[in-house]
T-cell receptor, first 113, second 112 residues
Framework: KNQVEQSPQSLIILEGKNCTLQCNYTVSPFSNLRWYKQDTGRGPVSLTIMTFSENTKSNGRYTATLDADTKQSSLHITASQLSDSASYIC????????????FGSGTRLSIRP | AAGVIQSPRHLIKEKRETATLKCYPIPRHDTVYWYQQGPGQDPQFLISFYEKMQSDKGSIPDRFSAQQFSDYHSELNMSSLELGDSALYFCASLVNSGNTIYFGEGSWLTVV
C-alpha cells in the first residue's frame, strides 16, 4: 500500500533554532517528492520538489534531502522565524499517474519567541 | 506571477443547500485537481480533469459534481449539503507534462 508517514506529528521550537522534519514513504513506483508549507486555513505552498536522482534541494532557509534507497526525506529549517509556524506536508507522486498523489499527515511546527 | 485562484474564499451554507466553488488554474495549465481537507485531516483527493475531461475520480460523494470548462477553469458543485461537508476545499493545477503542482488558497465551506 502506498503510504507517506511524517514525524514528528508536532514540534515546538524557539525562534532562531533549527529543526528537521522527517518523511518516510512506501510509494512505488516513485515519481517525485514535494514539501509543502500550509498555513492554517490556506492551501499548501510548495517549498521544494525532488525527483529520484536528486539528493538535496534548498529554498532559502529550507533544505530538503532525499534518500531514494531508504525512501526517506527530511526538511531542515534553519534559523527559524515566527512565520515558519505552520504545517509542513510531504507529498509523494506515484509514477505514471499524475493524480495519484499521496499526502503525509504533516508536521505541525510552532515557533515560540 | 499568476497563481491558482479560488472563489469564494469563505462560504456559509445551511444543510441541504447547494454550493458552487470555482477554481481558475494558472494560465496554460491543463490539469486541475480538487481536494477536500476536513479540520485536522489529510487532504482527500476528490476529482481531477485534464483537457476538460475527467481524468480521475477519488472520494467525491455522489452529491458532488465537477467540470472543467473551455477556458480551463473548474467548478465544484455540491448539493444537499451536510454538516460533514464543512471543510477547506482547494484546487491545484499543473501542466500535465510537468512536475510542479500549484495549489490555490482554498475555499472554506461551513455548513450550519
Amino acid at each position: 500500500k502506498n503510504q507517506v508517514e511524517q514525524s514528528p506529528q508536532s514540534l515546538i521550537i524557539l525562534e532562531g533554532k533549527n529543526c528537521t522534519l522527517q518523511c518516510n514513504y512506501t510509494v512505488s513506483p516513485f515519481s517525485n517528492l514535494r514539501w509543502y508549507k500550509q498555513d492554517t486555513g490556506r492551501g499548501p505552498v510548495s517549498l521544494t520538489i525532488m525527483t529520484f536522482s536528486e539528493n538535496t534541494k534548498s529554498n532559502g532557509r529550507y533544505t530538503a534531502t532525499l534518500d531514494a534507497d531508504t525512501k526517506q526525506s527530511s526538511l531542515h529549517i534553519t534559523a527559524s522565524q515566527l512565520s515558519d509556524s505552520a504545517s509542513y506536508i510531504c507529498v509523494v507522486t506515484v509514477y505514471s499517474s499524475a493524480s495519484k498523489i499521496i499526502f503525509g499527515s504533516g508536521t505541525r511546527l510552532s515557533i515560540r519567541p | 506571477a499568476a497563481g491558482v485562484i479560488q472563489s469564494p474564499r469563505h462560504l456559509i451554507k445551511e444543510k441541504r443547500e447547494t454550493a458552487t466553488l470555482k477554481c481558475y488554474p494558472i494560465p496554460r495549465h491543463d490539469t486541475v485537481y480538487w481536494y477536500q481537507q476536513g479540520p485536522g485531516q489529510d487532504p482527500q483527493f476528490l476529482i481531477s480533469f485534464y483537457e476538460k475531461m475527467q481524468s480521475d475520480k477519488g472520494s467525491i460523494p455522489d452529491r458532488f459534481s465537477a467540470q472543467q470548462f473551455s477556458d480551463y477553469h473548474s467548478e465544484l458543485n455540491m448539493s444537499s449539503l451536510e454538516l460533514g461537508d464543512s471543510a477547506l476545499y482547494f484546487c491545484a493545477s499543473l501542466v500535465n507534462s510537468g512536475n510542479t503542482i500549484y495549489f490555490g488558497e482554498g475555499s472554506w465551506l461551513t455548513v450550519v
